[in-house]
């Protein structure tokens, strides 16, 4: 398998305090199965969505699940995170934990951007991230949630090889991240909507079968829909968050509606 271009978006992980609750409730409403937890690498957990590595969740570090709040997290694929750790800091971003090997499976960094995004940085070794994308229960889409977008538009693209557009839409300040021709990550502006205390985040999206369906299990899961269901010309989306708070978004791929938003460059 090619190693995916640098900036693209290649895995997503959770910490849960309750990680039978989240295994419960993701299995119930993606469908996935779980491998054992593997304690050498703190009872780490992937999941599989027809047998393919599709995300992981883990429990808190020892001595921190009082400070520790569910969320998703992304990690973007980077040929030298050492480099890439570097470029962060170099541009406004904070290096949580420096480059980090984890067995042979890779390499990795978890940091912030200048608004206080948190995101991930992979360095593929024998786990090279998503083993399927865009289909039932796998990864879609990802969007940047953020309440500096400035910041956000001249960091992203300063440490990745990002080309930047932007939605011809007064309404909404949405931009996207190009790699060549493919658009592989949104950035959204948070309004005043956004309540203060919710931090700045990457709103991960999985793809299901029937949106309405998807948001039917959620919410008997003990999930809260925070938007939609609402159709768009990428399909059918809801944002969620799980019983522990952590926010997603799931996407209905093959039920699209209306034309497709008119971008320019930014």
């Not at 995101?119 to 879609?140: I, L, S």
């Not at 493919?182 to 991960?204: H, K, Q, S």
Request: with cysteine; hydrophobic share 40%; net charge negative.
């Amino acid at each position: 398998m090619a190693a995916l271009a640098e900036g693209m978006p290649c895995w997503a992980d959770a910490t849960f305090t309750d990680v039978e609750g989240a295994k419960r409730f993701y299995g119930d409403l993606l469908g996935w199965t779980f491998s054992e937890s593997a304690a050498e690498f703190g009872d780490y957990t992937q999941a599989y969505a027809d047998g393919k590595a599709v995300a992981a969740v883990a429990p808190p570090m020892p001595g921190q699940e009082q400070d520790t709040e569910s969320a998703w997290c992304l990690y973007l694929a980077s040929p030298d995170v050492t480099a890439t750790a570097a470029k962060i800091s170099g541009n406004g971003g904070e290096v949580l934990l420096e480059p980090m090997k984890v067995g042979d499976f890779g390499s990795m960094v978890l940091a912030k951007d200048p608004g206080g995004v948190l995101f991930g940085v992979w360095q593929a070794g024998t786990h090279e991230g998503f083993e399927k994308r865009g289909e039932t229960g796998a990864f879609c889409w990802a969007e940047v949630f953020t309440r500096q977008p400035e910041r956000a538009d001249a960091f992203f693209p300063a440490v990745f090889p990002y080309g930047v557009q932007r939605l011809e839409d007064d309404n909404v300040d949405f931009k996207v991240f190009n790699l060549g021709d493919d658009a592989v990550l949104g950035r959204m502006g948070m309004t005043e909507e956004f309540p203060p205390e919710v931090p700045p985040y990457i709103n991960v999206f999985f793809a299901v079968d029937d949106c309405e369906a998807a948001v039917e299990r959620a919410t008997k899961g003990g999930g809260e829909v925070k938007f939609g269901p609402m159709g768009t010309p990428f399909g059918r989306f809801a944002a969620l968050t799980d019983p522990q708070g952590a926010a997603f978004s799931v996407m209905d791929l093959g039920t699209r509606e209306g034309d497709l938003p008119t971008m320019s460059a930014a």
